[in-house]
């Protein structure tokens, strides 16, 4: 584990693109899309860059980083060096009273077991929780949205399932005191997935806010890549269609990516998946078909939450294929979709 003089090392190391790379994603896909929006072509090459290069950043330097910023806005003169440039391209993006906003968000406290459990994958989520008591699970997910209990249930074992579905259904009322118990216990199983940093794949962060920021942002930055390192961006297109965005395919789109996938892999995919995305493809299934495959989920017993994610990565490859066969098109989030 680091001590605090390797940490302050590490801060008085990145250099002012990573600082501002690191920002970038820890305030969020659109907000990261909208200010590289506002970067020219040089600005925008040297963020590409420090977020391709972006690795393991423990939370200490990643909270330093951001308060860094946030004392740079309220500063009548900002920090010289690296930190300054990274204060004039926010301001310049957002202005100072949005950025100084979206910094002090950022930076606004610790966030509840609860809510930090509302951000994190249910595949990622359910083997932390599916270590507590069952009774400390059904009121864990008493406190969610039915669709994200749902979705973390679904990775449980049948045996769990079953216990956890009973718990709940016979919930009474529950007193203030043990839930913040329960919060408190959530916090700390939660704590390895979201409290060891920032710790990200750089390829897929890029590619996370070129999907947040459409099209055209996506195409300016990824043909500059073209140019100066063909490589990588080959591997943010890779990941710039995800399974998830597959709820935006029209369905007549969805037909065509129906008719070349196995409905081995469809079965496997919506085991675990949103309800956009299940309605995205059976609204383009025929009422028979649509009752069958609903059926052959429900007969699946409990699935590795890998198998499922496996199918659902080669579901979105096979998409990416046709797209760039000029099969179908998937519509990336942010992007204007009104047809003429």
């Known amino acids: 584990m680091m001590d605090e003089i390797d940490k302050e090392r590490l801060l008085a190391a990145l250099p002012s693109w990573q600082k501002i790379a690191v920002l970038m994603v820890a305030l969020g896909d659109d907000l990261a899309a909208e200010l590289m ?35 740079a806005l309220k500063s009548e003169a900002p ?73 973390i249930l679904m990775h ?6 079953s ?12 007193d203030p005191v043990v839930l913040e118990e329960v919060e408190e216990s959530l916090n700390e199983a939660l704590e390895g997935t979201l409290g060891s940093g920032l710790a990200v794949e750089g390829s897929a962060a890029l590619a996370a806010i070129l999907n947040a920021g459409g099209s055209m942002l996506e195409r300016g930055i990824l043909e500059r890549m073209d140019h100066q390192d063909p490589e990588i961006a080959e591997s943010v297109r890779r990941r710039m269609l995800v399974f998830a965005d597959l709820a935006r395919l029209p369905s007549a ?39 069958r495959l609903a059926e052959d989920i429900d007969a699946l017993g409990p699935t590795r939450a890998e198998e499922v994610r496996a199918a659902q990565d080669r579901i979105a490859g096979l998409a990416r294929e046709l797209e ?11 992007e204007d979709e009104t047809y003429v």
């Open 37 to 71: 929006r506002q970067l020219d072509d040089g600005e925008a090459t040297q963020l590409t860059r420090a977020l391709v290069e972006l690795k393991r950043v423990p939370k200490d330097v990643q909270d330093r980083v951001i308060v860094e910023f946030e004392e």
């Open 79 to 151: 920090p010289s060096g690296g930190i300054d440039y990274a204060h004039q391209v926010l301001v310049r993006a957002l202005g100072a009273e949005r950025a100084e906003a979206m910094i002090e968000r950022a930076v606004g406290g610790e966030t509840s077991g609860f809510a930090r459990l509302r951000e994190i994958d249910p595949a990622l989520a359910a083997p932390h929780i599916a270590k507590e008591h069952p009774q400390t699970i059904a009121l864990i997910l008493s406190q969610l949205e039915a669709e994200q209990a749902a979705s």
């Open 156 to 161: 449980f074992s049948a045996a769990i399932q």
């Open 163 to 174: 216990e956890v579905a009973h718990r709940i259904a016979t919930l009474g009322p529950v």
């Open 253 to 291: 789109d969805m037909q065509v990516l129906l008719g070349h996938v196995g409905m081995d892999d469809v079965r496997l995919a919506l085991r675990a998946a949103d309800k956009q995305v299940r309605d995205a493809f059976f609204g383009a299934m025929t009422q028979r078909r649509r009752a």
């Open 324 to 334: 760039e066969r000029k099969m179908l098109r998937v519509p990336r989030s942010g």
